[in-house]
């Protein structure tokens, strides 16, 4: 990693808009930090809808939700990298997870890295992802990274873990083609005061998201090393290619 990260993890938030437990989305999101935390070190702060998600619903203004949820979107707001995925509902993401991205502040993710990921019933809803996922978070002008990653019923096994190796070696790859993007992410905590009293600041004001002047953000990452993200996909396999 870059000097920019060497000194400390980066702060990774992570997203499932699954509302069961266990969730397929919730198993992939899951994998997808699992990979993330071989490459490089993090800390991680995992939202699960699966356990937060009855308490969304009746809140219209932000200093409605329970401090729990609160306390969420903060760290949202103050991630290093955020790893977002959704159930595909009615050809979207879910009601819920729109909602909850709809409290977050509008510039408080401004050339943050995010991640993408969605599970669905069949391959027809991959789109969701480019179509849905994609436009969301570049409303809020966070970089959302190049490889998203998602999943079918197929690819796992009834009790809920990642069975398929293609699955698996997309993960891989979409982390490893983020690599060289998180190095330029906003680390040590300096993005996290900032946004912090930002998000006070819009608390006071019935949750209603101020036009904020946007800080001086870090330069955009130079375009990744394909020959990287291939080393790290083929050293992943080749053990299981010595034992054949």
């Given amino acids: 990693m870059s000097i920019l990260n060497a000194q400390k993890p980066l702060n990774i938030v992570a997203v499932s808009g699954g509302l069961n437990n266990p969730s397929k989305t919730e198993a992939l999101v899951q994998a997808i930090i699992d990979e993330l935390g071989e490459a ?33 979107l903060a760290a949202v707001e103050a991630a290093d990298a955020l ?12 009601g819920l997870f729109k909602h909850f991205f709809d409290f977050v502040e509008q510039t408080a993710l401004v050339d943050v890295p995010v991640l993408l990921a969605a599970s669905g019933g069949s391959e027809r809803h991959a789109l ?20 998203g ?21 997309r993960i891989t790859l979409a982390v490893a083609r983020a690599l060289p993007i998180l190095e330029w992410a ?37 375009v990744p090393s394909l020959d990287a993200a291939e080393a790290r996909l083929h050293s992943k396999k080749a053990p299981k290619s010595q034992v054949a």
């Fill in 83 to 94: 790893i977002v995925g959704t159930p595909v509902y009615r050809a979207s993401f879910t």
């Fill in 149 to 169: 990653v998602y999943a079918t019923d197929r690819d796992f096994t009834p009790e809920y873990t990642i069975h398929s190796e293609l699955l698996r070696d």
């Fill in 128 to 147: 969701v992802l480019e179509h849905q996922l994609r436009p969301l978070f570049s409303f809020f002008q966070a970089q959302t990274l190049p490889i």
């Fill in 186 to 222: 906003p680390a040590k905590g300096q993005r996290a005061e900032v946004v912090k009293e930002k998000s006070q600041l819009a608390n006071q004001n019935l949750g209603i998201n101020k036009q904020i002047e946007q800080e001086e953000v870090l330069p955009s990452a130079a």
């Fill in 40 to 72: 490089t070190p993090i800390n991680v702060h995992f939202i699960k809808f699966s356990e937060i998600g009855s308490l969304l619903g009746g809140a219209i203004y932000r200093n409605q939700l329970p401090q729990r949820v609160q306390d969420d």
